[in-house]
């Protein structure tokens, strides 16, 4: 499905310069390699704790599938630091790290991202996070493994208790119905939308209305059965 999706987004990053963004990332990550024919990066990344202290140290393979900088690259812990588990958001037979729900992914790289900006902001934050897991702490970030991870973020995303309410603001984006700045909001707090949720939605509606319609008839097949937000 995550390949479709981005099938539909279809635009080209035409300012994009792999050479240089690569150079990038391997003067600052300097323990990191570029195989330019399989188009992977590889080799140690260290991780800092919050104070700037070393904490870590993991070892990756990161794939950069067809579809980059509209889709993140592939990643793989080699040395199984991450145990092979879906509970840790390792993908069972590919062995690939889950870094976000579909909808989330697709947010981010509507636009277009770097690679420097997918280590620093992604992926380096991850592997902070499976250090800590490793030592007993409890993921800071987690959403549902299933498509209740999509329902969990829109929820965070746009600022809403229940799922509910996410249906509803969905179907109106999709439908092309998204309420004008001085009419009630659809959250139901009775302020106007502009002064609500219009700051919310503004940056779900960077899909297409392609991608929404296919997001609200996910929502409307896959009911959420989690816990409200």
Known sequence: MLVLLFQVIGVRFNMY???KDINNVLRKYSLLKYNSISKIIYGEIE????????????NVDI?????FPRRFPKVIETEKKIPREITRHVMPKTNHLCLAVQFEEILLCCKGINLLWFIDNVLVPRLAEEFRVNNGEKYQKEYSHDFGGTWEFLMKKLELKTPDLVLKFIEALAKKKKPNG?????????????LCHKKQVLHI?????????LLYN?????????INL
């Open 205 to 213: 509606l960077q899909l297409n209305n392609k991608l929404l319609n």
């Open 47 to 58: 991780v800092l704790g919050e104070s700037g202290q070393f904490i870590d140290i993991f």
């Open 17 to 19: 310069n792999l050479e």
């Open 218 to 226: 996910q929502l409307l097949k896959k009911s959420y059965k989690g």
């Open 63 to 67: 794939i950069l599938p067809v579809e």
């Open 182 to 194: 001085n009419s009630i909001c659809l959250c139901g707090s009775e302020e106007p939308y502009r």
